[in-house]
């Protein structure tokens, strides 16, 4: 899991400036340890362990301006804990070559063998670093860079996208498979990344690279072939969403900025796909589409939990439907074939896990179906349908908004595809976001956090729609507090977890509604509550849970279904502020990465 | 090059409650969109290319509702945590601005022709200071400045005389100087005012003007204003408009002007207008009947219910058949009674009514109270209170 940037000036400019600059926007995609080549004359190679700012700092005093051509790196450690030498970029022994990697070089441990055994010392632990020396292996045969380039990532199996430059060359080359690689056109020079944030300060126009293209950009041109180094037409698209967003708007943390844009970002969701005179939830993007239960789903972490809400919705109204991990899915071992549909649930649309799953249920014939956030991912470009949940970027580590714009999603897909028709959901949809807006009004959830932020551990418990919403709380608790925190169905407490629960560990209840499941949770309730310990409800008030709560976090009143996303909202508000509280790195929180695009 | 611009929207607009429990003033509606975004527009529309926002009191609202950006320029937000008042606040954009830097209050609805006259008199007439004017007949509630050739001679807080007073605008000019000059007056009361500050540069000789301007500029002092605004808003034509995702059964009727924001649902039968703004989201039932009207985001007005000269905050729930009258009344903000008001209600945030009840003109209701049915509500109700007939 990493970013890269690659940038061509077309003119005498500051390559520096606009790689460290890409660095900055990409760091959600890992930030262990960053570094840049700039390969105007000789080449200058800049890396360090640590935030980007440990890079910035090394710079502050070299001589690195008036430079056309360069690429950068920020890294996520999978081969070799994160040092200076580990970080990228890499090179060859006699510094012809530099190159940046993201993803994983399956075959290295091989190549490096062969490598060593020519006598190549190598100074990294990295799958990478077999791809410099590659390369010059292939200089010192006569071959020109591009050849030379093309040759050494034909030698690679795995997952990877790279760029390389070469001493003296304003020239960048680029190639995919497998992992993210976008390119950039503008005025003044030429761009690739990994994400679209990187540049697109710059330029809104760019070029999706497909899995086994390469890419040469020199000056304000790109060149894109294929393989067989067969010039491809490229179609140039138009990023439509405010760069503008990427910042965090006078708050402390992108997480508590994306907290409080979930009522606009669920009016996105819902907009134009909900129609409460006729109760009918209408998706253009499912125009014709003919649902052949069962429905599968796959997805990981907080995604996952979303996938079990949407899985639980298509039971309710009739449709069986399951979901997995995608992690642990594998479609030639289940009955996945030509009738089958399988929905992958990933944020970023490059969740490696999801990708493979996907992949899989593809070769198997069935019908694969995206519901991402973002535009033209690879997840978007390798379904059969999509469904966009319009959630807008998001930064920080820890999802938050894009949990409750998935949920909103697939209780839509749930209810189009089921034929679910009711106006009762219809106007309880449209009433969440200024329910939310509600939760996000009021301060009990900061008065909670502080209360317990010494506690050793949190358990949060739920029945039927509020049990992936308990996972989800307690996921975001461990993400972004490092504190122990266990999510329940609430009746599997006493098979076993109960055991765990003691006056230092707070147990949070989601409990809404007056009818059974609220009954059954708050026996649970009770059964807590008389070992001491500290219990905290989250409720619209129908029931008496409140009466064996210490504390009680409010919802307004609806349906279990919509509450189940208004109660999420008091959750991450309650982890934001023990984070908070413990003093944190709330949006980069150690070991993780925004979207993880190795398996 | 483009001017850099402050915008105080800090302050909570105590005379509008309780239409503020949630929001500050600069975030209630002007027809649909908040007062704040019309300034924005004005500011951008005259040319400005950057804009710091000074928050305060329930910030998060401002920051959320316009971000990182708003129509492309950039916005960076900096905050006033205590509100000490509007030189106290400016003061806390201090660093975030370099040079000549035009000021405006967040919360008075202009258009840009005021800012526009500011800024050229401004690069006009080297002055410390340009101060925008309006001519009302009466300032006594605002700021009175006294002009010769252009030159401010005296500015006053709530004049009591009859000398020629023009209204103070809130729209400024200013050289760096000013922040010094708030530094030194003397606090009232606690606060210090951006209009001490000025009266400061007065005393010390700086070069003050001001520049009388033909532009827009209304005031919500109570709640009711904001049908007035709304009002002219409507009038002037430039904010009716029917939102494409809004869905307006085709047995509805509407009548102009209104302005219908996005997501909104019309039901059958229902009527519609004239002088109506519906904020986003909002839900009018089958048969039910709106006039003279501003409705908040996430409204409901249910089947049968009528509705005339009603403010709403958000997400307020009307039940079926119940009725605002509308019509003048007296009205009681604070220990103020304010006589012959047109008002129907004053329903702040998620005040619900379970249907049948009658709200007698000129009713505030507080954010989060609850009407049970066949009610009749008059007076005040507190925040949360329930209502039974």
Partial sequence: ?599 | MGYSAVVLAAGEGRRLRPLTTHRPKPMLPAATKPILEHVFDALIDAGVTDITVVVGYRRTRVQSEFGPSYRDVPLTYVTQDKQLGSGHALLAAEPATEGSTLVVNGDQLIDSRIIEDVIAAHDREPATATLGLVRRANVTRYGGVLLEDGAVTEIVENPRDDRGYQLNAGVYAFEPSIFEAIRRSEPRDGEQSLVDGIATLLEVGEEVRGVVSEGTWIDATYPWDLLRIADDLLEDGEERRIADSASVHEDATVLEPVVIDDDCVVGPGAVVGPNVSLGENVTIGSNATVERSVLDADTRVDNGATIRDCVTGRGVGIGPNSTVAGGPSDVEIGDRVHRETILGAVLADHVRDIGGVTYEPGTVVGHGAVCHGGSTVSGTIVADAEVWS
């Avoid at chain 1, 990344?193 to 041109?221: C, K, N, Q």
């Avoid at chain 1, 129609?275 to 209408?282: A, F, I, M, Q, Y």
């Avoid at chain 1, 807006?437 to 050793?456: H, I, K, N, P, W």
């Avoid at chain 1, 629960?501 to 009770?526: L, S």
């Fill in chain 1, 1 to 599: 899991m990493c970013g890269i940037i690659g940038y061509v000036g077309a003119d005498r400019s500051n390559a520096a400036d606009v790689l460290l600059h890409g660095l900055s926007q990409l760091e959600y995609r890992g930030y262990d340890s960053a570094g840049i080549a700039l390969a105007d004359g000789k080449l200058d190679v800049h890396k360090r362990q640590g935030e980007l700012s440990a890079l910035e700092n090394a710079l502050a005093g070299a001589d690195i301006g008036n430079q056309t051509t360069g690429i950068g790196h920020t890294r996520w450690s999978t081969h070799g804990p994160p040092s200076d030498r580990n970080a990228h970029p890499h090179t060859d022994a006699e510094n012809r070559v530099a190159v940046v990697h993201n993803g994983i070089i399956e075959n290295y441990q091989g190549l490096r063998d062969e490598l060593s055994a020519e006598g190549i010392d190598f100074r990294s632990e990295t799958d990478t670093e077999v791809i410099p020396h590659l390369i010059a292996g292939f200089l010192e045969d006569g071959l020109d860079h591009e050849a030379a380039f093309r040759a050494a990532i034909d030698r690679l199996e795995g997952s990877y996208a790279v760029a390389a430059v070469f001493a003296g060359s304003e020239t960048v080359y680029a190639a995919r498979h497998e992992s993210p690689l976008v390119l950039g056109l503008a005025d003044d020079g030429t761009y690739l990344a990994s994400d679209v944030p990187a540049f697109i300060e710059f330029t809104d126009r760019v070029i999706y690279l497909e899995d086994g293209e390469f890419a040469r950009l020199e000056g304000d041109e790109i060149s894109v072939t294929d393989s067989e180094g067969r010039v491809v037409e490229t179609s140039i698209e138009t990023i439509e969403w405010d760069p503008e967003d990427a910042g965090k708007s006078g708050y402390d943390h992108y997480m508590r900025k994306e907290i409080n844009e979930q009522p606009s970002a669920l009016r996105e969701c819902f907009r134009g796909r909900l129609d409460e005179l006729s109760g009918r939830v209408t998706l253009e993007e499912f125009e014709g589409f003919e649902l052949n239960p069962p429905v599968t789903f796959v997805a990981c972490g907080t995604s996952y939990h979303a996938a079990l809400f949407g899985a639980q919705l298509f039971r309710e109204w009739g449709v069986p439907a399951h979901a997995y991990l995608a992690s642990e899915f594998e479609a030639e071992t289940m009955p996945i074939d030509t009738d089958s549909v399988v929905v992958g649930v990933t944020q970023s649309g490059e969740t490696a896990d999801t990708l493979r799953a996907l992949r899989e249920a593809n070769a198997a014939g069935a019908t694969t179906v995206a519901v991402t956030n973002v535009v033209g991912s690879s997840a978007a470009r390798e379904t059969d349908r999509v469904l966009y949940i319009r959630a807008g970027p998001e930064i920080s580590v820890a999802a938050t908004k894009t949990f409750a714009s998935q949920q909103a999603a697939l209780t839509m897909l749930a209810a189009a595809l089921s034929n679910h028709r009711s106006r009762d959901l219809v106007r309880e949809l449209r009433s969440v976001p200024d329910r939310i807006q509600s939760v996000l009004d009021e301060d009990a959830a900061r008065e909670v956090a502080s209360t317990y932020a010494d506690a050793s551990a949190y358990f949060f418990i739920g029945r039927g729609y509020h049990y992936p919403v308990a996972l989800e709380g307690a996921l975001k608790m461990k993400e972004i507090t490092y504190k122990h925190a266990e999510g329940f169905a609430a009746g599997e407490l006493k098979h076993g977890p109960l055991a765990l629960v003691t006056e230092q560990t707070p147990v949070f209840a989601i409990v809404t509604g007056d009818g059974r499941r609220a009954e059954k949770t708050i026996g649970n309730v009770k059964e807590v509550e008389a070992r001491g310990t500290p219990v905290v409800a989250i409720t619209d008030g129908r029931s008496e849970v409140g009466r064996y709560a210490d504390h009680v976090l409010e919802v307004p009143s609806a349906g279990e279904i919509t509450s189940s996303m208004v109660a999420n909202v008091q959750l991450q508000r309650v982890a934001y502020w023990t984070a908070h509280e413990l003093g944190r790195s709330i949006d980069k929180p150690r070991n993780l990465a925004k979207s993880v695009t190795v398996e």
